[in-house]
């Protein structure tokens, strides 16, 4: 024992402080990310922003960000359920978050197809602009076909 952590802090509150710390950093300095949450304000409100190429770019990185997507809506609903700080904690076990219905059935479906979604929108506003069918249409062919697979 090194003494590195005091004892009066539960062990089960450093994961908490952690997941907190990493959204923190996420958001703040507010100022500096502003940019950042306007160009994905826009992405989500894509039929009523022209579409530039640094929000088609942002789009595109959702996109290729789906699993570590789902990977933060695990770790949101396996860090506020709190089942993770009990002793009797089992992983392998199925639970609130892992072998759950309403989370294999609405959130992993919602936050793999909400990318898509943005995507096919953007196109379809980019189709709206220029009246060009090449390349909009076609993807948001693609866009809609991997919908209907993820759905």
């Not at 072998?99 to 709206?128: G, S």
Request: charged share 20%; net charge positive.
């Amino acid at each position: 024992r090194r003494g590195d952590f005091p004892d009066w802090v539960p062990a089960s509150v450093y994961p908490v402080l952690l997941f907190l710390g990493a959204i923190f950093v996420c958001f703040f300095p507010l100022r500096r990310r502003l940019f950042m949450l306007n160009v994905l304000k826009q992405v989500v409100l894509s039929p009523l922003y022209e579409v530039t190429f640094f929000s088609s770019y942002v789009g595109d990185i959702l996109t290729s960000l789906v699993k570590p997507l789902i990977d933060v809506a695990f770790s949101i609903c396996w860090v506020s359920t709190g089942v993770w700080a009990h002793r009797d904690y089992d992983a392998d076990k199925p639970g609130i978050c892992n072998d759950n219905t309403l989370f294999d059935l609405v959130v992993r479906p919602v936050v793999t197809a909400l990318p898509l979604w943005f995507r096919l929108m953007q196109c379809l506003r980019r189709y709206r602009d220029t009246h060009k069918r090449f390349p909009h249409l076609a993807n948001a062919g693609k866009y809609s076909v991997a919908q209907t697979v993820v759905l």
